[in-house]
């Protein structure tokens, strides 16, 4: 079955990512799919407070790997109303290194925080605006978040090109400069490691629902997992196999830094066209 078409980056898009360092999709996800991942991410949230009695309501979850938990997590990892754009922003050369959900309830004494992703070292990478991103994240919300102080996406525009300020005073939602996204549910949001991002307080009286998947260029360790389980692989498509790391032979030394000749038809269109399988096939058995 061919797989749907993919939505593309717009040359609009394309400058405002240079400039800003983030972009904003809007109506990315349909009514039927937010609730589907609104009742998921409910159960994994009802789960996590049976099973830690003492858990804090008022903290929410941070669940990483959902992918694992429910085929509805699946179909996120190549959404053809995000995915394409990731193509245009990163290349084809790229995994899935983590997908999350997040729920943060009303919490008058969380503060929100700012950060750079990667960790330490990352801190102090920071790639050309024309340059491939080393990673991207998508935030996709499930609710609404449509003023500020309602535990908004926060973020810093342009930053992902100045060093993250290290020192005393922390920088917070509320730092000059900040801007509390609002959005819609269904809207998501893409942006690269090295953006000034995070979250605001939530004064609200609803927690605020969102799920992030993670990409990186394929040379990179996955930080969420080690390696997807055998059942993960079985439900997935072509595309998400290779997305997973599975690059349709055992690993060998090098395996993650050239991909396999098949990657870019793959990636691109989701399957290896059926020439090309048998060219494959035929090289295999002479
Ligand atoms: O909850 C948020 O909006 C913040 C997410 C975030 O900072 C991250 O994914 O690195």
Redesign the pocket.
């Known amino acids: 079955m061919p797989s749907p078409k993919l939505n593309r980056l717009t040359e609009e898009q394309r400058r405002q990512w240079a400039i800003d360092g983030y972009l904003v999709l809007k109506g990315v996800l349909s009514r039927p799919e937010i609730d589907r991942l609104i009742r998921e991410v409910d159960r994994l949230h009802r789960k996590h407070m049976l099973q830690n009695k003492d858990a804090d309501r008022k903290k929410g979850i941070d669940r990483r790997n959902v992918m694992e938990d429910s085929d509805v997590f699946v179909g996120l990892i190549d959404h053809p109303a995000t995915f394409g754009v990731v193509l245009d922003l990163m290349g084809p050369h790229i995994q899935l290194s983590m997908s999350e959900a ?1 729920v ?1 309830p009303p919490n008058p004494d969380f503060k929100g925080y700012i ?1 750079t ?1 990667g960790g330490q070292a990352m801190r102090h990478i920071r790639v050309t605006e024309t340059s491939w991103p080393l990673q991207l ?1 998508i ?1 996709y919300f499930l609710t609404d978040v449509n003023k500020p102080f309602r535990g908004n ?1 926060t973020l810093f525009p342009g930053s992902h090109l100045r060093p993250y300020p290290e020192g005393e005073t922390p920088i917070t939602a509320e730092t000059p400069g900040a801007v509390q996204v609002c959005v819609e549910a269904g809207d998501a949001a893409i942006f690269p490691h090295s953006l000034w ?3 605001s307080p939530n004064l609200s009286t609803r927690p605020r629902k ?1 799920v ?1 998947y993670c990409y990186s260029q394929m040379c990179f360790r996955p930080f969420d997992f080690e390696k997807p389980t055998p059942e993960l692989l079985k439900r997935c498509t072509p595309r998400q196999k290779r997305l997973l790391g599975d690059l349709g032979y055992d690993w060998k030394q090098g395996a993650y830094f050239y991909s396999p000749p098949d990657q870019v038809e793959i990636i691109n269109n989701g399957v290896v066209k059926a020439a090309q399988k048998t060219e494959k096939s035929r090289k295999t058995k002479r």
């Open positions: 997040i943060r950060h992703d994240k935030q996406f991002h995070g979250v969102t992030i």
